[in-house]
């Protein structure tokens, strides 16, 4: 049985999780090994999914189609989907330079991601976050044909240059794959973005975009991976820094939508491989009661959704206006 959220008095928020599996972040850093495609979804998901039963919370899982295409990962994704979680739309092969891609690659990689999605778990896909935020109007105008109803790749920040800095500095790319990733996180004016959802207008096409909220006014992030990050120098420190982000949603009338990674729910004990990433040096008891903290202010302060949800309770605004 699908679960819903009640609505209340509370205000609006939802929350994503991208499932970005062992390979992609092994491939991204350049490290040998990523074609066998190793997973961890045995180990992260149901810890996920553990925890975001207690907390009686239902999420949008963003799945990438080469895992899905693999019949490994099945019972994981399927344990995602009988849940009650809606399942979107991660590419197929995440690459994070998907906004170089032509119009016909872009159909193509979204249809074979559509196709090994629906066949593991069930659900067609109505969603779409693109690897790396990297989008294009040429992404937009193909979901926008093949109907899906929202997209959420957009990530409103002044730090995606920083951002970039940092992962060039930690991979182990040649020159020609860094040059594939010149635009990853985005660029500087990235943060004149809004951070309030809106409908991208394509002729007679039309698409939800549900930006992925940083801290209003600042547009520092206030992902749960950035929390973790701040969590190692002082998990009090996270956990206020959030406390604020959460009360600048609520002063400036920003419905939050959030997401999370697996590696928000992993330490380099699971998978040493990712050592490299921050935060994986945090003992794992210490990770995930930070997390739980963080994800019940969210729903002690806001009725969270799926990003599904979150775009249809907009549609039904627009069209009573």
């Not at 693999?70 to 979680?85: F, V």
């Not at 920040?157 to 790319?173: H, V």
Request: aromatic share 12%; net charge positive.
């Amino acid at each position: 049985m699908v679960k819903t959220n009640s609505l209340g008095n509370k205000p609006i928020a939802s929350l994503s999780m991208d499932l970005d599996n062992l390979w992609s972040y092994m491939k991204d850093h350049g490290d040998l090994g990523w074609e066998t495609l190793p997973s961890y979804l045995d180990i992260v998901v149901p810890r996920f999914l553990d925890i975001f039963k207690q907390l009686n919370l239902t999420i949008t899982v963003f799945v990438v189609g080469q895992d899905a295409a693999l019949k490994k990962n099945h019972q994981a994704l399927q344990a995602i989907a009988a849940d009650g979680h809606e399942i979107a739309n991660h590419s197929f092969h995440h690459n994070i330079w998907l906004n170089r891609y032509s119009e016909d690659e872009v159909e193509q990689e979204l249809a074979l991601a559509e196709k090994h999605i629906q066949q593991a778990t069930g659900q067609r896909p109505i969603g779409f976050r693109s690897p790396g935020y990297s989008l294009s109007p040429t992404v937009l105008q193909v979901l926008a044909r093949q109907e899906y109803q929202y997209d959420a790749s957009i990530f409103p920040t002044f730090l995606g240059p920083i951002a970039r800095a940092y992962f060039m500095m930690t991979c182990k790319l040649s020159k020609e794959e860094r040059a594939k990733r010149k635009a990853l996180f985005g660029s500087f004016k990235d943060g004149l973005q809004t951070l309030k959802p809106y409908q991208w207008c394509m002729g007679k096409y039309k698409l939800t975009e549900i930006p992925v909220t940083t801290m209003p006014i600042f547009k520092m992030p206030i992902h749960f991976s950035y929390l973790m990050y701040l969590g190692v120098f002082s998990p009090g420190l996270a956990l206020l820094y959030f406390r604020i982000a959460l009360w600048l949603c609520k002063v400036t009338g920003t419905q939050p939508s959030l997401l999370l990674h697996p590696t928000d729910f992993l330490t380099q004990e699971d998978v040493p491989e990712l050592s490299f990433f921050p935060s994986m040096n945090l003992p794992t008891y210490k990770k995930l009661a930070m997390l739980r903290k963080a994800l019940k202010l969210l729903s002690n302060q806001f009725n969270v959704l799926t990003v599904g949800q979150h775009a249809a309770s907009l549609t039904r605004v627009r069209q009573s206006v």
